[in-house]
C-alpha cells in the first residue's frame, strides 16, 4: 500500500505559475504508475497527466498539453506537477494518485488517492 500526499497549491493569478507535489510513502514506489487528477465544484473528476513507473511514458489531457508537465522523482518518492500558464478554468481540487502496474488514464483505473491540493486562478 502507498500513502499520498499532494502540496502546493494555492491562489494565483491567470497566467501564473504553480508546482504541486505528492509525496508516497512505501518501499516500492518505482513499480505505481502515477496520476493527477483534478475536480471541479459541479463537474466530475477529470484525468490531467499521468506517467509511468520509469518515469519514460507520459500522457497529458488536451487543455494542459504544453502548459503542464508531469515528472517524478522515484529517489525521493515524489511525483510532480508543473503547471505553467494558468488559466481561471484550472481552478479545481487537484488529486494525486497511484496505480500498480502500467500507465492508465481514468480515475477508476487508479487505487490509491491522496486527500487534493485546492487550485484556485483568479482572472
Known amino acids: 500500500q502507498v500513502q499520498l500526499v499532494e502540496s502546493g497549491g494555492g491562489l494565483v493569478q491567470a497566467g501564473g505559475s504553480l508546482r504541486l507535489s505528492c509525496a508516497a510513502s512505501?518501499?516500492?514506489?518505482?513499480?505505481?504508475?502515477m496520476g493527477w487528477f483534478r475536480q471541479a465544484p459541479g463537474k466530475e473528476r477529470e484525468f490531467v497527466a499521468a506517467i509511468s513507473q520509469s518515469g519514460g511514458t507520459t500522457y497529458y489531457e488536451d487543455s494542459v498539453k504544453g502548459r503542464f508537465t508531469i515528472s517524478r522523482d522515484n529517489a525521493k518518492n515524489t511525483v510532480y506537477l508543473q503547471m505553467n500558464s494558468l488559466k481561471p478554468e484550472d481552478t479545481a481540487v487537484y488529486y494525486c494518485?497511484?496505480?500498480?502496474?502500467?500507465?492508465?488514464?481514468?480515475?477508476?483505473?487508479?487505487?490509491?488517492w491522496g486527500q487534493g491540493t485546492q487550485v484556485t486562478v483568479s482572472s
Open positions: 494518485a497511484a496505480r500498480k502496474g502500467l500507465i492508465k488514464t481514468t480515475p477508476s483505473e487508479f487505487y490509491y
Open positions: 512505501g518501499r516500492t514506489f518505482s513499480t505505481y504508475a
